[in-house]
């Protein structure tokens, strides 16, 4: 109950949840409400690191410490050192008469001061009546910055920013936010049966600080689509959930709104979601997640891994063979060989990229799940304005029921051609201006196969990570257009065994519908 009204981020009532404290009966102000008016009057920086040092006229607020990188870690004796700072600073503030958290009168602020003084000069404090340390050891946990939307109506939208947004279900999909029971927005969404959650980006702080602070032309102010509810959904939005209202439970002074998801999706910007902590917003930089040079270190493993098999493989073919991979929802050429021996090789072959875009390369997008489905033709709309997404989705099924894809098309292959035959080393070709050629063409002549080998020009095997994943993938290029089903057979089961050596070297599995 505690842990709930804590995420909602308002113990701070008359419910009786926290109860006793002078400074708890006497303020009718949100926790929410206290520390966004810290930031605005710049009394808490939003600055990403530790700020030990006073941060308006009056003296130090609450340290705002948004950058993971700079969270002080245990053992880390820097980080030792700023914590010891932080402390000091909370003691010096102690001894002064009021405590300098921003725009709260002179009552509230000494209040307030003395319930830090009396959690920080008692190390012990483990008391969830004592407000003040509630407020700040909750503070402690990050959260998402969300806002939530729904159009009552005929009346102007209805949205609030919540921190207390969470994924609850997966079946059934199930999701939850935690309004104040006091809060104006509420109740007009509530009556609507529906709501939007737009997960904000670092970006949208504005966003968020309009909202929070019920600006008049917050949502003029933005640009809006509908979700299939009729909620608004904010554009530039890391993400949306669009939700029909499940279930409500009250609980303390906040309810627990449960949403069954309806709809939902990614936004394409590519900023982070905005984060809360501390009284202060942030953004991740976890290269874990996000860092290219991740990606980029998988792929270079992954063709380092296929050079030799490459190789050998455009000797025995006397063919080009190439390896891509996805860099940035574009495909990259990694490495080429057998690009002197065969006719249509390209010494200008590696780092030719095009965009993902449907129904092109569908190998890199066949296991990759919904979300890449979406993605693919999404970009393919933005390139040609529309496009046949279940000719998209069979090119898919198709390739992954046999394992690797066929290129048919002889007149964009030499377009491609043409674009790749750059005489300079310098500057690899990019092939984003034919991009639109090459999905039209593509597209017109549907998903391909060995059935029909009039017009193949090269075949695509995948490599798969240890998470099943593509790595990269094999192609053979070159063929003339009119090779015999033999020779065409023969090519693929070759590109199939390398491509099974290479996953095999580089410690993957392939997903068992493929797996030899
Ligand atoms: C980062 C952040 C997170 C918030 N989280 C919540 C929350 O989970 N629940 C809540 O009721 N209010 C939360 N608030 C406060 C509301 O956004 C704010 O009170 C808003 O104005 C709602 O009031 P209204 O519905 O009367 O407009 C949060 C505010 C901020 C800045």
Known sequence: MADVAARAGEPSTSS????????????????????QRWLDTGQMRARGNVDP???????????????????????????????????????????????????LNEEESKTMTQSIRASTAETHETSPENAAWFRYVLGQYPTGVTLITAAPGDDEPAGMVVGTFSSVSLDPPLVAF????????????RET???????????????????????????????????????????????????DIEDVIRSGDHDIVIGRVR?????????????????GYGSFTIPSIISPATALTRHVKAADAARPVIEALAEELKLEVLVSGVVDDSVVVLTAAGVDSSPGGSPSRVGVSF?????????????????????????????????????????????????????????????????VHVPSDTAAPDLSGVL???????ASSGPAALDDPAGVT??????????????????????SGDDSLARLEDCRDRLAASAAAITQTIGGTPPSAIAP
């Open 458 to 479: 090269s075949l695509h095997a995948p490599v798969f990570d240890s998470e099943g994943q593509v790595a990269v993938t094999l192609t053979v290029n070159g063929f």
């Open 193 to 243: 049966g529906s709501f939007c959650a737009n997960i904000l980006t670092a970006g949208q702080q504005d966003v968020c600080r309009a909202f929070s602070r019920k600006a008049e032309d917050r949502f003029s102010a933005n640009h809006w689509a509908d979700t299939p509810s009729g909620s608004p959904r904010l554009e530039g939005a890391a993400a949306w959930i669009d939700c």
């Open 263 to 279: 709809a939902l999706g990614v936004g394409s910007s590519k900023e982070l979601p905005l984060l809360f902590l501390r009284g």
């Open 53 to 103: 040092q006073p941060t308006g006229p009056e003296g130090p607020g609450i340290p705002t410490n948004l950058s993971p990188a700079h969270i002080p870690g245990p053992g880390d004796e820097a980080s030792e050192f700023a914590i010891a700072r932080i402390l000091w600073n909370y003691f010096r503030t102690s001894l002064s008469p009021t405590f300098t958290g921003g725009n």
């Open 436 to 442: 639109p050629l090459l999905i039209e063409r593509a």
């Open 355 to 419: 965009g993902l875009a449907a129904p092109l390369a569908p190998l890199h997008v066949a296991w990759a799940g919904e979300g890449a489905e979406k993605r693919w033709i999404d970009n393919a709309r933005e390139v040609v304005g529309k496009i046949d997404a279940t000719l998209a989705h069979a090119e898919l099924e198709q390739v992954r029921s046999l394992g690797y894809a066929v290129s048919v098309d002889v007149g964009a292959a030499a377009e491609f051609e043409r674009i």
């Open 16 to 35: 009786g949840l926290v109860g006793g404290d002078k400074f708890e009966r006497r303020t009718a102000t949100s926790f929410w409400e206290s520390q």
């Open 178 to 189: 935690m309004p104040d029971v006091r809060s104006t927005s509420w109740p007009k969404i």
